[in-house]
């Protein structure tokens, strides 16, 4: 059985790392630090996927940058003790890359911060960080770190697949020409999910190592 795709290119928080309740943790630590304000937990989880200054700035124009540099320093601070790994993501990484499949991170996190967090799960060995904050101007839901991701590959956008746990990580493989595999278990609801129109939509770590080796077809 012969892979589904050529290159696989994966978003990091909520899809390889269960880093959720890290960023939550981080943003409310800032919030509380910087404003003195109580955010919950939803608030935070609709800041996940986009380049952190913006979306600080976005929300508070006046400290969005002490916000950034308060957020940054304790989720620095905090990665080891509060990051976790997803069951199965290890062996899928290796199957795939048994497979021939070529495989990378297109994240909107700091190049930095993606390593640490790539370590803390144990798969820095099996994965690159393609494309990370630094390397393009434009971010998700542009398709501007895909196509970077891609092209670091060697791979025609035509040939790849980025798989995500949110509703930019879908819009941006479409607007990059890729197919589009939305994860459950991330920050995003299921059903907004849904309703992005992804090729596949999977439940679990099984289900995507399945479909991305063409195991389901047939």
């Not at 390889?16 to 608030?43: C, K, M, N, W």
Request: proline fraction near 5%; charged fraction near 25%.
């Amino acid at each position: 059985m012969r892979p589904r795709f050529h290159t696989v290119l994966f978003d990091l928080d909520g899809t390889l790392a269960d880093t959720i309740p890290l960023i939550v943790a981080s943003y409310q630590h800032a919030f509380r630090t910087v404003l003195g304000e109580e955010i919950d937990e939803a608030r935070a989880r609709a800041w996940i996927g986009r380049p952190l200054l913006p979306a600080l700035l976005e929300e508070s124009p006046e400290h969005g940058h002490s916000l950034d540099l308060t957020y940054r320093e304790w989720n620095l601070a905090n990665t080891a003790r509060l990051i976790q790994r997803y069951d199965g993501v290890p062996e899928m990484l290796e199957a795939l890359a048994s497979a021939g499949v070529r495989m990378a991170v297109a994240t909107s996190k700091r190049r930095q911060t993606a390593r640490l967090a790539l370590e803390g799960v144990g798969i820095d060995h099996l994965i690159e960080v393609a494309a990370a904050l630094e390397d393009t101007t434009r971010h998700k839901p542009e398709p501007d770190p895909l196509l970077h991701a891609a092209a670091s590959l060697g791979s025609q956008p035509c040939d790849c697949v980025y798989v995500g746990d949110a509703t930019v990580d879908v819009l941006a493989a479409r607007a990059a020409g890729m197919a589009a595999i939305a994860v459950s278990w991330g920050a995003a609801d299921r059903e907004a999910l849904a309703a992005t129109g992804p090729d596949a939509l999977v439940d679990t770590v099984a289900d995507l190592t399945a479909y991305l080796l063409g195991h389901d077809e047939g």
